[in-house]
């Protein structure tokens, strides 16, 4: 097998705090390898336009604990084109550079994958890096487990205030199509009602929940609504509940961006270290088309192709049901 020597890493995607741990884990293993290793901004925007430089293991000094991404991020729609992708090969194939680590989430390996297919002599590998916590072969995505700490962070005070006024509080949290963030920060926050994604929860279920509630004495009450929860929003949840539920003030938080933000946690420093140190491993052995991931606290290589098509319910089904029971 012939030895790689030159490599390339970027982010794409949503940024996830960890990112920049598994950028610096990147270019120390691959100078520990020998490699020469580039730098690509703004993901595969910068694969097309050419921005990448050669990093040194001090370019990656002092990033551990940064949230956001040191070689920033970018949604590029010109790489869903060939010529897009055309472009981005010959920049690729102009600096020698024979295999790439890209970390992002679904949309990023989707690209990977087409772009490797397209010019199998450019080798891939994935790093699951997304706060969803969405991807199939890695129980744990880069990103989350701090987004989730924020998270609870930010409902811990809001419960201090509900409680002192008697009120309901709805709050958003990120997840169009995974529940994961609001399930643990639900379970984490004592939240009397979850609503996620990947399973609907009747409106009229939710109001006999938390009259429930009311009649248990409860003083405050926290119903987590994930974005992507079937019920047209966290507005439209908290009206419907208004109009039957009178006993409580009833008010409206979205969490929004702060999500994405903040230094890593210390899982996501390790997770993002031991998955940037295993993706170079990877393509030095001559791998590509995988994605590293974490199970059973160990990392493994799974198929892009299958980490992409394998759509069966992440989430725990019985941390939900859990959640329902102490909730009470
Ligand atoms: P997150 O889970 O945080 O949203 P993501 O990696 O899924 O991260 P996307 O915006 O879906 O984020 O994808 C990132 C980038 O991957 C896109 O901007 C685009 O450049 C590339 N990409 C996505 N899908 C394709 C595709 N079908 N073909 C080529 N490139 C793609």
Do not use: W
Request: aromatic share 6%.
């Amino acid at each position: 097998m012939p030895k790689i020597s030159k490599i390339a890493v970027l982010t794409s995607g949503g940024d996830a705090p960890g990112m920049n741990a598994c950028i610096r884990a990147v270019v120390r293993t691959a100078i520990h390898h020998g490699l020469e290793v580039y730098g690509i901004r703004q993901g595969y925007q910068g694969m097309i336009n050419n921005d990448m430089e050669q990093m040194q293991a001090r370019s990656v000094s002092n990033i551990l604990n940064l949230g956001g991404t040191i070689l920033k991020t970018a949604r590029c729609l010109d790489f869903h084109k060939d010529e897009g992708m055309e472009k981005a090969y010959q920049n690729l194939k102009a600096k020698g550079i024979e295999g790439i680590v890209v970390i992002g989430g679904d949309g990023t390996f989707t690209g990977a994958l087409r772009f490797s297919k397209k010019y199998p002599d450019i080798k891939v590998i994935g790093v699951p890096g997304t706060i969803d916590n969405d991807l199939y072969g890695s129980t744990y995505t880069l990103g989350f487990d701090t987004a989730t700490n924020t998270v609870i962070e930010a409902i811990d005070k809001i419960r201090d205030t509900a409680d002192a006024h008697d009120r309901l509080f709805f709050i958003e949290v990120m997840g169009r199509d995974s529940g994961a963030i609001a399930l643990r920060a639900g379970i984490s926050c004592g939240a009397e009602a979850i609503l996620l994604p990947e399973k609907e929860t009747a409106i009229e279920e939710l109001i006999a929940g938390i009259k429930a509630g009311h009649y248990n004495s409860k003083s405050s009450s926290i119903v987590i609504v994930a974005e992507g929860d079937k019920n047209g929003g966290v507005y439209n949840v908290s009206e419907a509940v208004k109009k039957e539920v009178s006993h409580y003030d009833i008010k409206v938080t979205i969490l929004g961006h702060l999500q994405r933000g903040g230094s890593p946690s210390a899982f996501d420093r390790v997770l993002g270290s031991r998955l940037g140190f295993a993706a170079v491993n990877a393509l030095t052995a001559g791998q590509s088309q995988k994605m590293v991931g974490l199970q059973a606290n160990v990392v493994v290589l799974t198929d892009l192709e299958e980490a992409l098509n394998q759509h069966e319910f992440n989430l725990e089904p019985d941390l939900l049901q859990m959640a329902e029971v102490l909730s009470i």
